[in-house]
């Protein structure tokens, strides 16, 4: 990996750790609490293609609403080539986000309207 791909791929996951996560933590709370499963996973960067979805870094989000067997995603992507981050939900429809740009409001309001058009009345 390049020095720049390597100081794009550890600014990820600082902004991850120190912006999205404590939102998603409490979100994850909030759901199960609700009766859904929910959970946070990550997927490391790779410059090898290894079958997994996306070459990384992903930090997702995955509910069940009510414990049904179909999972709703949201994911925050690092997109490396591009040196920015994706907000993805399970639609699949991308918003793009300079690094620096995202920052605890704007985690907030991508989660919110996430969880609002995903499960609806659900949450």
């Not at 996560?21 to 994850?28: G, I, S």
């Not at 009766?35 to 509910?63: C, F, K, M, W």
């Not at 920015?84 to 989660?111: F, M, P, W």
Request: aromatic share 6%.
């Amino acid at each position: 990996m390049d020095r720049d791909t390597d100081l794009f791929v550890q600014a990820f996951w600082v902004k991850c750790r120190d912006i999205i996560r404590p939102e998603l933590d409490l979100v994850v709370d909030r759901l199960k609490g609700q009766g859904h499963e929910a959970n946070v996973s990550t997927q490391e960067y790779s410059p090898v293609a290894d079958r997994l979805p996306d070459i990384g870094p992903v930090l997702t989000l995955t509910v069940h609403p009510n414990g049904t067997p179909e999972g709703r995603t949201l994911q925050f992507h690092g997109d490396v080539a591009l040196r920015n981050l994706e907000v993805i939900g399970s639609s699949g429809k991308a918003r793009r986000y300079e690094l620096a740009q995202l920052d605890t409001a704007a985690a907030k309001r991508e989660i919110a309207a996430w969880v609002a058009s995903s499960l609806g009345s659900q949450s």
